[in-house]
C-alpha cells in the first residue's frame, strides 16, 4: 500500500492532506506527463447546505491502494501504484480534470 498525501484541500475526501477513502483511481492511460494524470475518485467539497449534511466519516488514511491507469508510469505495475509514497496536487480544483499525481514519473 501507498502512502498518500494529498494537497487538493477542497475535496471531499481530504482530511489533513491525507485522503479518508480506501482506495484512489489515477487516471491518465497516456500519460507522458504530471498534467495528464488526474485523482479519478476527486470530489469537490462544496459549502451548500446540502454538503454540510454529507459528510466523510472515515478518518484519514496513512497507507491506501492506488489503482493507476498511467501505464507510462515508472511505479505502475500491473495497474497497481507501487511508489512508496505519493502525492496528489491540484488545490483549487472543482474537477477531477484540474488534479494531478505529482509523482508521476515517465518510463518513456
Known amino acids: 500500500m501507498t502512502v498518500l498525501n ?28 504530471k498534467d495528464a494524470t488526474y485523482c479519478g475518485d476527486f470530489k469537490e467539497k462544496k459549502d451548500s447546505v446540502t454538503a ?12 491506501l491502494d492506488v489503482r493507476c491507469d498511467a501505464v507510462r508510469c515508472t511505479f505502475n505495475d500491473n495497474c497497481k501504484c507501487h511508489a512508496k509514497e505519493i502525492t496528489v496536487d491540484g488545490n483549487g480544483a472543482t474537477h477531477q480534470s484540474q488534479t494531478e499525481c505529482g509523482s508521476f514519473e515517465c518510463n518513456c
Open 52 to 63: 454540510k449534511s454529507e459528510h466523510c466519516d472515515c478518518g484519514p488514511e496513512t497507507r
Open 6 to 33: 494529498c494537497s487538493v484541500k477542497n475535496c471531499y475526501y481530504n482530511k489533513n492532506s491525507k485522503c479518508c477513502r480506501d482506495g484512489i483511481s489515477v487516471g491518465g492511460t497516456d500519460a507522458t506527463i
